[in-house]
């Protein structure tokens, strides 16, 4: 199993702002993921990163949008560039081991 | 492209109902199918994995079952308490699908005193 860490667990940002949200994971782990939930719907996977390697995109998201770091084996970032509150979303990081996928905490996204 | 639905939408029961919550996909080509629950604003739990070659797993007093050739998952919940209010997600793990899980539609589940 894994237990990941999300930062910051919430946040109110102005439009046209950009907020970069953390992810750290307890292992090490190849992939991690991640997710966007609009308010009352089911989750969408925006990336997935890979370390040492440009992070690959959903169709529908793009890196401009939603740059992606990937630094060590433990450790992602995902920044929400120039917000509108279209992006009001919970934003979730996952990783999977054996396929069995876990999720952090999430970070709740409100743009005004 | 796989798809994943989940009936009901929203279930409301009475404290020690015995229930069950649904989940369809169209692609049977899975590795495996997740059981997720997820509380207001928070993250994901993952409640229960059953592998392709599997038929059923237990954790206490949940019980999924997966039948792959018919496309279809069940999750049972044995004398349902207020604590289990929540929202009940299912996801798939594909072979078409590169890595990636693909979500149900979820079901909100309340369970009244």
């Known amino acids: 199993s894994a237990v990941i860490s999300q930062k910051p667990s919430r946040d109110i940002c102005q439009r046209g702002t950009s907020l970069t949200i953390q992810c750290q994971v307890d292992?090490?782990?190849?992939?991690m993921f991640w997710y966007r939930q609009q308010p009352g719907q089911s989750l969408t996977l925006i990336a997935t990163a890979n370390q040492g390697s440009e992070a690959t995109y959903e169709s529908g998201f793009v890196i401009d949008k939603f740059p992606i770091s990937r630094p060590n084996l433990t450790f992602s970032t995902l920044t929400v560039s120039n917000m509108s509150p279209e992006d009001s979303s919970i934003y979730l990081c996952?990783?999977?081991?054996?396929?069995?996928?876990?999720f952090g905490p999430g970070t709740r996204l409100t743009v005004t | 492209k796989q798809e994943v639905t989940q009936i009901p939408a929203a279930l409301s029961v009475p404290e020690g109902e015995n229930l069950v919550l649904n989940c369809s996909f169209t692609?049977?080509?899975?590795?495996?199918l997740q059981w997720f629950r997820q509380d207001p604003g928070k993250g994901l739990t993952s409640l229960l994995l059953i592998q392709s070659s599997q038929r059923e797993q237990t954790s206490g007093r949940l019980n999924a079952s997966l039948d792959k050739s018919s496309g279809r998952s069940t999750l049972y919940i044995a004398a349902s308490q207020p604590g289990d209010s929540a929202t009940y997600l299912c996801?798939?793990?594909?072979?078409?699908?590169?890595?990636?899980?693909?979500f149900g539609t979820g079901t909100q589940l309340k369970v009244e005193l």
């Open positions: 292992s090490q782990v190849t992939m």
């Open positions: 996801a798939v793990f594909y072979t078409g699908g590169g890595n990636k899980l693909t």
């Open positions: 996952s990783v999977a081991f054996a396929y069995e996928q876990y």
């Open positions: 692609d049977s080509a899975i590795y495996n």
